[in-house]
């Protein structure tokens, strides 16, 4: 057989590239690497938006991450009573300031979930109940077991709980996170604390969005007295001291009013404050979208004016409204955090991060119970998770920038 001579590549045989019957290896045939590039360039070329921003945003691997804990901590969100281990609402003098029992997972060498039990003492000086972990009393546990009824949603009843005793039939306790001082079990009011605190955060943020939207677009869009007119009351809107301002608003609330009125008046004051920022990124984008050619095209079409705003400029603007809501979502947290924690916002019987830190508001009971303060760790992990997901989701918004 005659070997035949690459013009491109002096004195070598096809035969010495590679082996029939075996795909090339990569680099030993010319040309191999430019057909990838080139398919890649193409199909870089003809993707839409949404998918250049999620090949952008998928190489924000801190952003991934956080993108799976606020996933977790939204599934949270829904079905508090799901990961709860008991109603957050059950008290019992009998085990008051119970400290924290941390999960084991190796116990004699055997794999599973175990938690060591807890033996109280009177303290003869102070009076004061005082615990210490037994590790010689173990009580094993085990995914997805039945215990207190909930809702979910309010639509659907169950039973089922994350994680529960491996008896269903034995009276034995465990406490995650420890308890407060009436003695109610601090992980389920955590869960049902972030179901109250993130829904806040969601409902302010998704009305100042729909407001800095409208309002924001209208402004761009038609220019004029409607643009003067909106811009004096952002203004005065932001030149306002905002921690005044929610204090004089919050509490000049009716301390009559029911857990479910408070709730809703906080969401619209947050709302109503937070808008703001983006009206004014809006007009400023809108202001250059109006003169682009599909604008004037949809216009000499007799398209309505509304449906050029909403229909033609704003689905433009989707990756920077997505990533600006998920940079206010905190602000908003943070906002209901402290408020309530003032004893300004949401007031116990109700359940959020900023009720629960009320319990650590003095220096006995945190030298007493220091777990008190791990609500202010869920708050924490939170809010960074959704900040580092903004600056993630914000970057990939504009895929062709480098």
Same mark, same amino acid.
């Given at each position: 057989?005659?070997?035949?001579?690459?013009?491109?590549?002096?004195?070598?045989?096809?035969?010495?590239?590679?082996?029939?019957?075996?795909?090339?290896?990569?680099?030993?045939?010319?040309?191999?690497?430019?057909?990838?590039?080139?398919?890649?360039?193409?199909?870089?070329?003809?993707?839409?938006?949404?998918?250049?921003?999620?090949?952008?945003?998928?190489?924000?691997?801190?952003?991934?991450?956080?993108?799976?804990?606020?996933?977790?901590?939204?599934?949270?969100?829904?079905?508090?009573?799901?990961?709860?281990?008991?109603?957050?609402?059950?008290?019992?003098?009998?085990?008051?300031?119970?400290?924290?029992?941390?999960?084991?997972?190796?116990?004699?060498?055997?794999?599973? &979930?175990?938690?060591?039990? &807890?033996? *109280?003492?009177?303290?003869?000086?102070?009076?004061?109940?005082?615990?210490?972990?037994?590790?010689?009393?173990?009580?094993?546990?085990?995914?997805?077991?039945?215990?207190?009824?909930?809702?979910?949603?309010?639509?659907?009843?169950?039973?089922?709980?994350?994680?529960?005793?491996?008896?269903?039939?034995?009276?034995?306790?465990?406490?995650?996170? *420890?308890?407060?001082?009436?003695?109610?079990?601090?992980?389920?009011?955590?869960?049902?604390?972030?179901?109250?605190?993130?829904?806040?955060?969601?409902?302010?943020?998704?009305?100042?969005?729909?407001?800095?939207?409208?309002?924001?677009?209208?402004?761009?869009?038609?220019?004029?007295?409607?643009?003067?007119?909106?811009?004096? #009351?952002?203004?005065?809107?932001?030149?306002?001291?905002?921690?005044? &301002?929610?204090?004089?608003?919050?509490?000049? #609330?009716?301390?009559?009013?029911?857990?479910?009125?408070?709730?809703?008046?906080?969401?619209?004051?947050?709302?109503?404050?937070?808008?703001?920022?983006?009206?004014?990124?809006?007009?400023?984008?809108?202001?250059?979208?109006?003169?682009?050619?599909?604008?004037?095209?949809?216009?000499?079409?007799?398209?309505?004016?509304?449906?050029?705003?909403?229909?033609?400029?704003?689905?433009?603007?989707?990756?920077?409204?997505?990533?600006?809501?998920?940079?206010?979502?905190?602000?908003?947290?943070?906002?209901?955090?402290?408020?309530?924690?003032?004893?300004?916002?949401?007031?116990?019987?109700?359940?959020?991060?900023?009720?629960?830190?009320?319990?650590?508001?003095?220096?006995?009971?945190?030298?007493?119970?220091?777990?008190?303060? #791990?609500?202010?760790?869920?708050?924490?992990?939170?809010?960074?998770?959704?900040?580092? #997901?903004?600056?993630?989701?914000?970057?990939?918004?504009?895929?062709?920038?480098?």
């Amino acid at each position: 057989m005659t070997d035949i001579v690459r013009p491109d590549i002096p004195g070598r045989a096809t035969d010495d590239l590679f082996t029939p019957g075996q795909p090339p290896e990569p680099g030993m045939v010319p040309g191999v690497e430019a057909m990838e590039a080139d398919d890649e360039a193409h199909a870089i070329y003809v993707a839409p938006n949404w998918k250049l921003v999620w090949w952008r945003f998928k190489k924000h691997r801190l952003a991934m991450i956080s993108g799976v804990v606020v996933c977790v901590i939204a599934l949270i969100a829904i079905a508090p009573g799901f990961f709860a281990t008991l109603d957050p609402e059950e008290t019992k003098s009998s085990r008051l300031f119970i400290p924290v029992q941390r999960l084991h997972f190796v116990h004699d060498g055997r794999l599973g &979930v175990y938690i060591y039990g &807890v033996e *109280g003492a009177r303290n003869p000086v102070s009076l004061r109940m005082e615990w210490q972990i037994d590790p010689d009393r173990v009580i094993p546990l085990a995914l997805f077991r039945p215990g207190y009824s909930y809702e979910i949603l309010g639509l659907f009843e169950s039973d089922l709980h994350l994680i529960g005793l491996a008896d269903s039939e034995s009276d034995a306790e465990f406490h995650i996170l *420890g308890t407060d001082r009436l003695g109610r079990d601090q992980w389920s009011r955590l869960m049902y604390g972030t179901q109250v605190s993130l829904s806040i955060g969601l409902v302010a943020v998704a009305i100042s969005t729909i407001l800095g939207i409208i309002l924001g677009g209208i402004s761009g869009y038609f220019g004029g007295t409607v643009d003067m007119i909106i811009q004096r #009351l952002i203004e005065i809107l932001q030149s306002l001291p905002a921690i005044p &301002v929610w204090l004089a608003l919050t509490a000049a #609330l009716p301390r009559t009013w029911t857990v479910e009125q408070v709730y809703f008046a906080i969401t619209v004051i947050l709302a109503l404050i937070g808008w703001t920022t983006l009206a004014r990124e809006i007009r400023g984008r809108f202001l250059a979208l109006r003169e682009e050619d599909f604008v004037i095209a949809a216009k000499l079409t007799g398209s309505s004016e509304a449906r050029i705003v909403f229909r033609h400029m704003v689905p433009t603007l989707y990756s920077h409204i997505i990533a600006a809501v998920t940079l206010a979502i905190p602000v908003m947290i943070i906002n209901e955090t402290f408020l309530s924690f003032l004893g300004l916002g949401l007031r116990p019987p109700a359940i959020s991060w900023g009720v629960l830190l009320q319990e650590a508001q003095n220096l006995q009971s945190i030298a007493l119970a220091p777990w008190l303060l #791990l609500p202010g760790v869920a708050v924490i992990i939170t809010v960074l998770a959704l900040n580092i #997901l903004g600056d993630g989701l914000r970057d990939a918004a504009d895929p062709y920038s480098h």
